[in-house]
């Protein structure tokens, strides 16, 4: 039970009348503010550094995901980075995919979900149009051999342009991720031509079972708010 404290001169004034043999009920006493103390109700900062705890955005399927930077939300454009190069996946100028250290429109890229909450996004490209439309990246090998990345017109039933991302470490601290598309084909860098010989720097090639470690991780840079087309 809360104690109330009475003022002295409420506590005074009480004496006197109780010394007059009056009732102490509707003494100033009984009005005494007991909830001083008692915080004020009001609605939550809209402030970002509020102490409140907030959804992690990873795990956001609602719009506030392209303000918290969820690289996968289909609202931010992005750098793919191979890891330990000085270099970013571009569209070249025969429309394949290769090694850029230009780091311009040709290296901007969008990661769509190709539906909510799903694993599968296309790998869009931020600035590039033709005929008013982003393209997307195919990872389409022939016979099962090492094949150049290309760009192509999205399309949803397109099993080459669906591609996941596997988190598997960190550099400078921040999450590195394979891409790959259907159960093992993956995109990788080579910047020799040793491993698949396309010319570009980069392909696709298969990574099963009993494979050399040849994946490359890619670290995901976050170039903004990303302003695309939408799709009919």
């Not at 956001?60 to 930077?69: F, T, V």
Request: hydrophobic fraction near 35%.
């Amino acid at each position: 039970m809360r104690t109330v404290r009475v003022p002295v001169a409420a506590a005074a004034l009480a004496g006197l009348l109780a010394a007059a043999g009056c009732s102490t009920d509707d003494s100033p006493a009984a009005s005494s503010p007991t909830s001083s103390s008692t915080p004020v109700s009001s609605s939550p900062s809209p402030e970002v550094s509020s102490p409140s705890p907030s959804p992690s955005p990873s795990q956001s399927s609602s719009a506030p995901s392209s303000a918290s930077g969820d690289v996968f939300s289909g609202a931010r454009q992005v750098h793919l980075l191979p890891k330990n190069s000085e270099s970013a996946l571009a569209v070249l100028d025969n429309g394949k995919i290769g090694l850029s250290e230009a780091f311009d429109d040709t290296a901007l890229f969008v990661l769509t979900p190709l539906a909510p909450g799903s694993d599968d996004h296309w790998i869009r490209t931020a600035k590039l149009r033709k005929g008013g439309e982003p393209l997307c990246l195919s990872a389409k090998l022939t016979g099962g051999r090492p094949a150049p990345v290309t760009t192509v017109a999205c399309d949803a039933s397109d099993s080459a342009q669906k591609f996941r991302f596997r988190e598997t470490g960190e550099s400078n601290g921040k999450p590195a991720y394979t891409i790959r598309t259907g159960k093992d084909v993956y995109i990788i860098q080579d910047p020799t031509g040793e491993i698949a010989g396309t010319g570009t720097g980069v392909a696709a090639v298969t990574i099963g079972e009993g494979t050399p470690d040849i994946d490359t991780p890619f670290l995901l840079s976050d170039k903004g708010l990303a302003t695309m087309p939408a799709l009919d």
